[in-house]
């Protein structure tokens, strides 16, 4: 009786790899995905847009965060990403720095003071302020060239996105570029000269400040960027961290255009599906999505699946309030359900990594 229990435990557990996932308690790799702009009406469209189906319905942990920043109801980007990178709420338009403007380490630091290989992946300027709040320490988010400054501070592994011109076309004159080949960086400026790189460490810029829509030229730069982070990042035997962000979805709901919305949060859900598809095989990934704030008081009044029409309605060109999804798989997902501020994401996965700040 004993050995027939023992054959069906093993049978479950080789048949049941989420099962098996959920028993291990830390994880070696965190994915941490912002859909900058991205509430659940966003969600929405892209699912409808999509015919009915988005990879984000795989996940099955679910929970909500609160995202004020510290002098406004409503946070920009800055504030939002700094909540999540460095576990502090400050005002709006701080990178990497408390409301009293003093620098705070960031996840992507101390995962690489701790060993780990770092990663950020964008699709606007890499000195944008969601990218930026994970590796730069500045009191505005307008400072594109002092943020461009700071990445020569890290040792980061991969990052890819735009913002050539604050590297390369400066107004104080240094070439970037240069700094970054002597620290044994390979340089590419286009997604196939991304693609073929294959070891080693990677500064990608992809446009010469912003890329283009998605329905624009872009295409799927997001989601080939981040198979070649993953491949890169992945063979740090002590795992890694990566940041990977849908910038535009937040630039659609500004333009109050509910195509654009669709276009971004669909491709946006693609590169999850890639994510994910990593995060099943490895079995010792956390991945992790959300957003900064969502965009536009964005509403759905008419929607039909089998077309993939979606009719949006807005309330404002600028940042809500509202609260945030957040979505969680993997080793250590079940921390992320329930209610809770916006800096308590960077809590639980510092608590994830086991790592003493």
């Not at 992809?206 to 890329?211: G, R």
């Not at 639980?348 to 700040?357: C, S, T, V």
């Amino acid at each position: 009786m004993f050995r027939k229990f023992i054959l069906v435990l093993a049978l479950f557990t080789i048949l049941s790899p989420t099962w098996a996932q959920k028993k291990a308690k830390n994880p070696k790799n965190i994915i941490l995905m912002i859909g900058d702009g991205m509430g659940v009406s966003q969600i929405y469209a892209g699912m409808v847009g999509n015919y009915g189906n988005l990879n984000l319905e795989k996940f099955k942990v679910i929970g909500f965060q609160k995202n004020q920043a510290t002098n406004n109801f409503v946070t920009d980007s800055a504030a939002g990403a700094t909540a999540l990178a460095c576990g502090v709420k400050t005002y709006n338009g701080a990178i990497g720095v408390d409301e009293n403007g003093n620098a705070v380490p960031t996840i992507l630091e101390i995962a690489e003071n701790n060993g780990l290989a770092t990663g950020l992946v964008a699709t606007c300027s890499i000195t944008h302020a969601t990218p930026a709040s994970f590796i730069s320490h500045q009191a505005s988010r307008s400072l594109d060239e002092n943020i461009a400054l700071d990445f020569l501070n890290t040792d980061i592994d991969v990052f890819i996105g735009g913002g050539r011109k604050f590297f390369a076309n400066r107004t104080d004159g240094l070439n970037l570029i240069d700094s970054l080949k002597n620290r044994s960086y390979q340089i590419a400026n286009t997604i196939e000269e991304v693609q073929q790189i294959k070891s080693g460490k990677l500064a990608a810029f992809l446009a010469e400040t912003q890329q283009d829509k998605f329905s624009e030229g872009r295409g799927d730069e997001l989601v080939k960027s981040t198979e070649v982070a993953l491949n890169l990042l992945k063979t740090n035997k002590k795992g890694m961290f990566l940041m990977i962000e849908g910038s535009q979805i937040d630039w659609a709901g500004h333009a109050n255009d509910t195509k654009y919305i669709v276009d971004e949060m669909i491709d946006f859900d693609n590169t999850i599906g890639k994510v994910l598809e990593f995060a099943a095989k490895d079995r010792n990934t956390l991945v992790i999505v959300t957003a900064d704030h969502e965009t536009g008081g964005f509403s759905i009044n008419k929607g039909d699946t089998k077309t993939g029409m979606v009719e949006g309605k807005f309330t404002t060109g600028s940042h809500t309030g509202v609260m945030i999804p957040v979505f969680a798989y993997g080793p250590g997902s079940e921390a992320f359900a329930g209610f809770y501020e916006n800096d308590e994401i960077f809590h639980k996965m510092i608590k994830a990594y086991k790592f003493k700040k």
